[in-house]
Each structure stands twice: as C-alpha cells, then as structure tokens.
C-alpha cells in the first residue's frame, strides 16, 4: 500500500501520522507543494490509496483561492472519485477537501482559533472514536479560515469559537480543522515560525507538553481507527 503526503509549509509535517502509516504497511511518500519546480503526479490519485493533506498559510476561500492550490483540489475531486481512495485533510488540507466536497471555505467572523482548545465529541459512538472514553479531546488550533460541512458529510468535533472542527464522508474522507497530529518539537517550531499570526488573538500556549501528550493520545487513537476502516 502507498501513501502520499502533501506538505504545504515545510513545518507541518505529518507529526504522528507517518509512524502511523508505516506501522499500518505503507509506503510514505511526500510531495512538497511550495516546491514550485516539482509537478504532482497525473496520475497520483490512482497510484496512491491514501492521500494526507496538511497545514498551511495557503488559502482556498470561495472566490478567492490561492492559484497554487488548485491541482491540489482537483487531486482530491480525482480521488474522491475513486471508491477505493482514503483521504485526509488537516486544516489547509481540510479545506481543500471541504471545498472538493461543494462546502464553503471563508474567514471565520470571529477571527483566528489559536493555540489550544477542547473540542466537544459529536458522536461519542462513530468508529473514529473508539477507544476514547471521553466526551472532548485537547486540539491545537491555528487558523483563520473555516469550512461548513458539505452535503451528506457526518459532523465530530466542535469548538465553543467554531463548531466545525472535524466531519467524514462515506466513512472514507475525513477533514480536521484543528491540528492532533502535532508532536512537540513540531509546536516548539510552530511557536517561532508563526509567532506573528500568533499575536492576533490570545492563544492558550501554556502546559504545551502536558496538553500536546494529552493530544497525542487521543490523536493516535483517531488516526489509528481512520487508518482501519
């Protein structure tokens, strides 16, 4: 089995993920989409079973799309045509899914979602959830566009800023908001390289590594089932 990682800033990796996929049996490999140079694969959506799309600056808002992102969206239109594909999206990522899904993607009204924040459990009994005997799980927030929920698509998570934070789509597509796949050192980075975005709202950064492990257990938990579906 193959994977294919699309990264669309350098340092949002795919964070728990990747050990993930390789324990899973697959074969990871990475496309780096602000590596102008390199095309993606025609045919990349018939190659590789799993496509895990990642964070990013990128905007793909209704009307006013970052053009970069466009054979990326139409990748993920590509893969959702095909029955057998499994598709994850991360914040940027799940965006472009939401918005290959006929959903709307703009700026959320109230501004930024940063740093951490519990998200509520929709369905504490969806498949995705099992193993978690809780009724929220820890996210890592840092966004400022959001996404509805497309037509026919199963809402999860939800925050008290923006409800829509994760929902699936025929149990084989399924898109985050927020972030559960960071590790550490990736939010040790994250804190430096997107320090000014950052000082627009007031972000709960406190306890990193007790809330980041807390994240990493569930997050693990999650994938882990999406990855056995």
């Given at each position: 089995m193959?994977?294919?990682?699309?990264?669309f800033?350098d340092?949002e990796g795919?964070?728990?993920?990747?050990?993930l996929?390789?324990?899973?049996?697959?074969?990871?490999?990475?496309?780096?989409?602000?590596d102008t140079r390199?095309?993606?694969m025609p045919?990349?959506?018939?190659?590789?079973?799993?496509i895990?799309?990642?964070?990013?600056p990128?905007s793909?808002q209704?009307?006013g799309?970052?053009?970069?992102?466009?054979?990326?969206?139409?990748?993920?239109?590509?893969?959702l045509?095909?029955r057998?594909?499994k598709?994850?999206?991360?914040?940027l990522?799940g965006q472009?899914?939401?918005?290959?899904?006929?959903?709307?993607?703009?700026k959320?009204?109230?501004g930024?979602?940063?740093?951490?924040a519990?998200m509520?459990i929709i369905?504490t009994?969806?498949?995705?959830?099992?193993?978690i005997?809780?009724?929220e799980l820890?996210?890592f927030?840092l966004?400022?566009?959001?996404?509805s929920i497309?037509p026919?698509?199963?809402?999860?998570l939800?925050?008290?800023?923006?409800?829509?934070?994760m929902?699936?789509?025929e149990?084989?597509?399924f898109?985050?908001?927020?972030h559960?796949?960071?590790?550490?050192?990736m939010l040790g980075?994250?804190k430096e390289?997107?320090?000014e975005?950052l000082?627009?709202?007031k972000?709960?950064?406190?306890?990193?590594?007790?809330?980041q492990?807390?994240m990493?257990e569930?997050g693990k938990?999650?994938?882990?089932?999406i990855l056995n579906?």
């Amino acid at each position: 089995m193959r994977a294919l990682v699309i990264r669309f800033i350098d340092c949002e990796g795919p964070g728990i993920i990747e050990p993930l996929l390789r324990e899973k049996g697959y074969r990871v490999s990475y496309h780096n989409a602000y590596d102008t140079r390199v095309s993606l694969m025609p045919e990349a959506h018939i190659t590789f079973p799993l496509i895990l799309l990642l964070g990013g600056p990128n905007s793909i808002q209704n009307n006013g799309e970052d053009p970069l992102l466009l054979p990326y969206l139409q990748l993920v239109k590509n893969a959702l045509a095909v029955r057998s594909s499994k598709i994850i999206g991360i914040c940027l990522g799940g965006q472009i899914i939401s918005r290959a899904l006929g959903a709307e993607v703009k700026k959320g009204d109230k501004g930024p979602e940063l740093g951490f924040a519990p998200m509520k459990i929709i369905d504490t009994q969806d498949e995705v959830f099992r193993g978690i005997n809780s009724n929220e799980l820890m996210g890592f927030h840092l966004h400022e566009d959001v996404f509805s929920i497309p037509p026919g698509a199963k809402h999860l998570l939800s925050t008290d800023m923006y409800p829509n934070q994760m929902y699936s789509y025929e149990n084989r597509v399924f898109a985050f908001q927020a972030h559960i796949e960071a590790t550490l050192p990736m939010l040790g980075v994250w804190k430096e390289v997107h320090k000014e975005f950052l000082k627009q709202g007031k972000p709960d950064l406190d306890h990193l590594e007790e809330k980041q492990k807390q994240m990493e257990e569930s997050g693990k938990i999650i994938f882990r089932n999406i990855l056995n579906l």
